[in-house]
């Protein structure tokens, strides 16, 4: 099970259900959830709906999946090597030298069949490898009856965190077809069934808690919330609404101890649906690539820039060459609507760039400098998750340090000594060669700076103002004041961590 730390998964029913149809001709093969199979009975007066009827015809569609992996781990080497005890270190699992060994491993998780034919739908971290130096050798999916088949990987997306698997069977196999996540509403009863903690098929049942709940894992991180149990091996296996209909894959859980404290996320169907098609041709997903760094407009960002508060995102850095640079996006730029939609914490301009088709233009609503603008941009194809941690990079919260030669003194109004960057200090403080600005010698740690900036930050802007000098600092932080604003904003670097927007409070 996935964990979403970003943001700082049971109900008992009784009575009477829903009515089942079950008059499918002997010779097909259809859905477990076919249209008019299912149809949901309204209670009693003063009585609950039971689930029991449903659950009956969807649980045979849910399977286990587990994995067998081979880790690769460093040994520990055997500190009483040539000594009388050297042998007596080795019955206890140390190594002579500290060599590489071999071991196995396991994982556990759910899916469901949406074909008769074999296709499985699962979690793409439930498939791939649990560990650093981890291969998967092989994956089993367990149906309702206990009978195990070996399954074939057809295709993973690990940016949806979606894997499509598949299983051959002499006979048809019992489906369910993913429904329309965009009608379900906040309020709505909702079941997952699945695997935790490798038990056998479990339901629980809740609510939708929320719909387009960002965890801040990824441009597709738009999910629907659910206070429906969820745990670990739940992973992979389907959330259905009361038609029978699926409208999620069980992703992610919001715990501090591993185990449900009723905050539950589900990839939305309706997203997930073009992924899996594209996964069960053999094909890659493609996305939507514009090359910047971006981050919200939080209150105090909106307060230094006289913005709107939750209106749009701030570029932090723009890529060399990217698309977004061939735009004429720069940092600073706060882009408010992607193609007439606006960019909000539930639809951030990441998850409305992914979902651009490579290739295609794309229209911007940019303030700039408190002025709004449009610009136009041909998105390029997004590049895997490793090769963008390559891209950006991160810093090391300690590193070298600038000497403290001739520093000038910034403004007491904003907490903080700088002094210009030169090519020796950018070396020291771990900067790339093209970064422009001025350094941080020191900050007051009773100004608000003290909380936010540390020594060796260089400051490349201030309220999109370029900044090269102490007196610049000291320009564009008394315009603020000036102007009435209680903060400005800091486009700062920290080692190889660029364009990143701290705003600071002017004493």
Do not use: C
């Amino acid at each position: 099970m996935r964990y979403a730390y970003a943001l700082t998964g049971a109900i008992l029913l009784g009575g009477t259900a829903a009515s089942l149809t079950l008059q499918n001709p002997a010779t097909a093969q259809v859905a477990q959830n076919e249209p008019g199979a299912i149809n949901a009975a309204a209670p009693r007066v003063g009585a609950p709906m039971s689930f029991a009827d449903m659950v009956a015809k969807l649980q045979p569609a849910v399977v286990n999946i587990s994995t067998t992996q081979k880790v690769t781990v460093q040994q520990q080497a055997n500190p009483f090597a040539g000594t009388p005890f050297g042998e007596l270190f080795g019955q206890f699992g140390g190594g002579g030298g500290g060599a590489p060994v071999t071991r196995e491993g396991q994982s556990l998780g759910s899916g469901f069949l949406i074909s008769a034919d074999g296709y499985v739908v699962t979690n793409n971290h439930v498939i791939a490898p649990a560990a650093r130096g981890a291969t998967v050798e092989s994956i089993a999916v367990t149906l309702q009856d206990r009978k195990e088949y070996k399954a074939k990987l057809i295709g993973r997306d690990p940016t949806s965190d979606l894997a499509v698997l598949k299983i051959e069977s002499s006979t048809p196999l019992p489906f369910v077809r993913l429904g329309d996540s965009t009608k379900a509403r906040v309020g709505d009863w909702v079941v997952a069934i699945g695997q935790p903690f490798g038990l056998g098929g479990t339901v629980t049942a809740g609510i939708v808690s929320a719909v387009h709940r960002a965890t801040g894992n990824g441009p597709f991180d738009s999910f629907i919330q659910t206070d429906a149990a969820i745990n670990q091996g739940n992973s992979g296996g389907p959330m259905f609404n009361m038609s029978g209909d699926v409208i999620g894959i069980n992703s992610q859980i919001y715990s501090q101890s591993g185990g449900n404290i009723g905050i539950g996320f589900a990839i939305p169907a309706s997203e997930a649906r073009p992924i899996i098609d594209t996964l069960m041709k053999g094909q890659k997903v493609q996305r939507g690539y514009l090359g910047v760094g971006i981050q919200p407009v939080t209150d105090d960002i909106a307060a230094a820039l006289g913005l709107p508060k939750n209106q749009g995102e701030i570029i932090g850095r723009v890529e060399p060459g990217g698309p977004g640079a061939k735009a004429g996006l720069r940092a600073g730029d706060v882009v408010t609507q992607i193609n007439g939609q606006a960019v909000t914490p539930d639809r951030t301009l990441s998850y409305l760039v992914a979902n651009a088709a490579p290739g295609s233009t794309i229209r911007m609503n940019v303030i700039r400098d408190g002025r709004p603008t449009t610009l136009s941009a041909t998105v390029s194809t997004r590049p895997s998750e490793d090769q963008l941690a390559s891209l950006t990079g991160t810093g090391d919260d300690d590193g070298p340090l600038p000497d403290d030669g001739d520093e000038a003194t910034a403004p007491s109004s904003l907490g903080v000594t700088v002094q210009p960057l030169t090519p020796q200090i950018a070396r020291q403080v771990g900067v790339d060669s093209t970064v422009q600005g001025v350094v941080v010698g020191s900050v007051d740690p009773s100004s608000d700076a003290g909380q936010k900036l540390k020594r060796g930050d260089v400051i490349s802007s201030i309220n999109s103002q370029p900044v090269r000098t102490a007196a610049d600092v000291a320009r564009v932080v008394a315009a603020a004041k000036a102007a009435g604003r209680p903060q400005v904003l800091l486009n700062i670097t920290r080692q190889r961590t660029s364009g990143v927007f701290v705003p600071v409070k002017i004493r």
